[in-house]
């Protein structure tokens, strides 16, 4: 597992599920078997194991700090597993005297027990229940139908257009997932956004020419108020939105946000070798945090680790 703290505290919670197993075995037997037989008592004994360990399971992943990746998730389950088949096989023989044709018997779905949906709920259920945090915080791919571009050629349109701004004396400022690769984030690029003053940009109407592939357009969704202008360039995707009025909505109250950067405070950052204007940190991260996209709650956990781990 990535953090060193983390292996004792999940074998510490094996211990706790072990345990929560065993009294559900017990009440089985000295219960349910009575009233209901063997094979009823099996199935819901087993059945409600299943039920408690996904929420206790629920329960330990989701208050992970910091949140699980998901290979430190998958690591937890097969651990699990591996510790439930030894433990059970450690104490089927040794406290109920059980033999080896037995104890395997229980694994085996042609007998009609149904004991391996246990084995199948402490493998799985880490990755899945704590997959949501993961994303949020970065960690895991957010689920989209979307087609990243490549690292080269997005450096090669950032240089492209670097230079044309530098050279026409263009205020700008890189925004979007662009802006929070150069603050620390690290999923891959879609496209490249930036933020233009709008009289700068009717400016190099004439260089953009050639790469328009869509006209200065106005634009408003459940998330911008804005227009902007899209080119391509190698076959790479640039969005221009013009900062003058370009609004963006917080999610929790509605309320609409002046989303102008303030070009003299933004920074000049290298970001694959390219060197750019992008927005400031602090008031991406504020924007971010409003919008609360899934993508954005990932590029501020990723942006706010890379802070943390430079300061």
Same mark, same amino acid.
């Given at each position: 597992?990535?953090?060193?703290? &983390?292996?004792?505290?999940?074998?510490?919670?094996?211990?706790?599920?072990?345990?929560?197993?065993?009294?559900?075995?017990?009440?089985? %037997?000295?219960?349910? &078997?009575?009233?209901?037989? /063997?094979?009823?008592?099996?199935?819901?004994?087993?059945?409600?194991?299943?039920?408690?360990?996904?929420?206790?399971?629920?329960?330990?992943?989701?208050?992970?700090?910091? $949140?699980?990746?998901?290979? =430190?998730?998958?690591?937890?389950?097969?651990?699990?597993?591996?510790?439930?088949?030894?433990?059970? #096989?450690?104490?089927?023989?040794?406290?109920?005297?059980?033999?080896?044709?037995?104890?395997?018997?229980? @694994?085996?779905?042609?007998?009609?027990?149904?004991?391996?949906?246990?084995?199948?709920? *402490?493998?799985?259920?880490?990755?899945?229940?704590?997959?949501? +945090?993961?994303?949020?915080?970065?960690?895991?791919?957010? =689920?989209?139908?979307? /087609?990243?571009?490549? /690292?080269?050629?997005?450096?090669?349109? #950032?240089?492209?257009?670097?230079?044309?701004?530098?050279?026409?004396?263009?205020?700008?400022?890189? !925004?979007?997932?662009?802006?929070?690769?150069?603050?620390?984030?690290?999923? $891959?690029?879609?496209?490249?956004?930036?933020?233009?003053?709008?009289?700068?940009?009717?400016?190099? %109407?004439?260089?953009?020419?050639? @790469?328009?592939? +869509?006209?200065?357009?106005?634009?408003?969704?459940?998330?911008?108020?804005?227009?902007? #202008?899209?080119?391509? @360039?190698?076959?790479?995707?640039?969005?221009?939105? *013009?900062? =003058?009025?370009?609004?963006? +909505?917080?999610?929790?109250?509605? %309320?609409?946000?002046? !989303?102008?950067?303030?070009?003299?405070?933004?920074? /000049?950052?290298?970001?694959?070798?390219?060197?750019?204007?992008?927005?400031?940190?602090?008031?991406?991260?504020?924007?971010?945090?409003?919008?609360?996209?899934?993508?954005? &709650?990932?590029?501020?956990?990723?942006?706010?680790?890379?802070? +943390?781990?430079?300061?």
């Amino acid at each position: 597992m990535h953090s060193p703290s &983390r292996l004792p505290r999940a074998l510490v919670f094996w211990l706790f599920l072990a345990a929560v197993a065993i009294v559900t075995g017990a009440l089985r %037997e000295s219960v349910l &078997r009575p009233l209901v037989g /063997e094979p009823w008592a099996h199935w819901i004994g087993t059945l409600a194991v299943c039920a408690i360990f996904v929420f206790l399971i629920g329960q330990f992943v989701n208050r992970l700090d910091p $949140p699980a990746a998901p290979s =430190e998730l998958w690591t937890m389950g097969i651990v699990w597993l591996l510790l439930t088949v030894c433990f059970e #096989m450690v104490f089927g023989r040794l406290a109920l005297g059980s033999s080896w044709r037995e104890l395997l018997g229980a @694994y085996d779905p042609g007998s009609g027990r149904i004991w391996w949906l246990v084995l199948l709920t *402490v493998l799985l259920a880490p990755p899945v229940l704590g997959r949501g +945090r993961a994303r949020e915080a970065g960690l895991a791919p957010i =689920e989209r139908r979307i /087609e990243f571009i490549s /690292e080269d050629r997005a450096a090669e349109a #950032m240089a492209w257009l670097a230079d044309l701004f530098r050279d026409q004396d263009v205020r700008y400022a890189a !925004a979007g997932g662009l802006a929070a690769r150069a603050w620390g984030a690290t999923r $891959p690029l879609v496209d490249l956004d930036f933020f233009v003053h709008g009289e700068d940009l009717d400016r190099i %109407e004439t260089d953009l020419a050639p @790469y328009l592939v +869509r006209p200065l357009t106005g634009i408003r969704n459940d998330h911008w108020d804005l227009s902007f #202008m899209r080119l391509e @360039y190698s076959g790479i995707p640039l969005e221009l939105s *013009v900062a =003058e009025g370009a609004r963006y +909505r917080e999610a929790a109250t509605g %309320e609409w946000h002046d !989303a102008c950067p303030t070009f003299s405070a933004c920074p /000049e950052r290298e970001l694959l070798g390219v060197k750019l204007r992008i927005m400031d940190r602090d008031d991406l991260v504020e924007y971010k945090r409003r919008v609360d996209r899934a993508v954005d &709650r990932a590029d501020v956990a990723a942006i706010e680790r890379a802070h +943390r781990a430079s300061s």
